[in-house]
C-alpha cells in the first residue's frame, strides 16, 4: 500500500540560536563573561585568601564596562540588532553592574546580616532599573533609536563603589579593618559602607533623576 511522501526533513542546525546573533551580541556575552569571571574571582579568593584574585575581579569590571558601552555603539554603527539583543544587555549587566559589585562587597568584608540585606536590596534595585527602561526606552528613544536620557542613574554607575572599595583594597582595610568599622544592633552586625549600596540602590530606581545619556 503506498505511503503519503513524508514531509521533507529540514537538516538540524546546530548552535541555531548562536547563528541568530550579530557582532553587538558577542560583545554583550562579553560584558556577561567579564561580571561572571568577577564573582568566580571573588569567590576564589574566600577560599584561598590570596587577594590577587581580588584585583583580578577589579580589573574584569572596567572590561564589562567597556563592552557594555561598545555593544550599543556597534549595533547603531552596523544598523544591526536581534531580537535578544535588548535581554541580553540587561541580564549581562545585572551580573555585571549588580551581583559581581555585590560579590566583592561581601569578599572585602560586608558579611553582616544589615550587610546583606542592603547587598540584596542593592541587587533588586538593580533589576528593577533595567526592568524599567527596557519597558520605557521606546518612549525615551530618539529618532536613531538612542536613549536621551535615563530615569534614575544606570546601573554602571556600580563601577564608582567597586573603585572604593578598590581604594580599600590598596589601603589593606578590608575584612576586620574595613573602612567605617561596624555596628552592632544586638545580634544584627552592618558595616556603614554598605549604605552605599543602599544609596546607589535608591537612586537607580528614582524617577525624579534624569541623567543625560552621552
Known amino acids: 500500500m503506498p505511503t503519503e511522501p513524508s514531509r521533507a526533513r529540514r537538516p538540524r542546525r546546530h548552535f541555531s540560536m548562536i547563528r541568530t546573533f550579530v ?7 562579553g560584558n556577561g563573561f567579564a561580571g561572571a569571571g568577577a564573582i568566580l574571582s571573588a569567590m576564589q579568593y574566600l ?5 590577587g584574585w581580588l584585583w583580578v575581579a577589579f580589573g574584569l569590571m572596567p572590561v564589562a564596562l567597556v563592552m557594555d558601552v561598545m555593544d550599543g555603539r556597534i549595533a547603531r554603527w552596523r544598523f544591526k540588532k536581534s531580537p535578544l539583543g535588548a535581554d541580553l544587555d540587561s541580564l549581562a549587566d545585572v551580573i555585571s553592574f ?84 561596624e555596628w552592632r544592633l544586638g545580634p544584627l ?16 530606581i528614582s524617577k525624579t533623576l534624569r541623567i543625560p545619556k552621552i
Do not use: Q
Open 23 to 29: 557582532l553587538a551580541d558577542f560583545v554583550t556575552l
Open 47 to 51: 577560599a584561598s585568601g590570596d587577594v
Open 98 to 181: 549588580g551581583m559581581a559589585p555585590a560579590a566583592l562587597a561581601f569578599a572585602v568584608g560586608m558579611r553582616g546580616s544589615l550587610d546583606v540585606a542592603a547587598l540584596l536590596y542593592f541587587v533588586a534595585c538593580g533589576i528593577s532599573r533595567l526592568a524599567r527602561f527596557n519597558v520605557t526606552s521606546a518612549d525615551l528613544s530618539d529618532e536613531t533609536g538612542k536613549v536621551k536620557y535615563f530615569e534614575g542613574t544606570p546601573i554602571p554607575t556600580s563601577l564608582a563603589l567597586v573603585m572604593v572599595m578598590a581604594a580599600a583594597t590598596w589601603a589593606g582595610r578590608i575584612g576586620p579593618d574595613l573602612w567605617g568599622g
Open 189 to 204: 552586625v552592618l558595616h556603614p559602607l554598605a549604605l552605599m549600596y543602599v544609596a546607589s540602590g535608591s537612586a537607580m
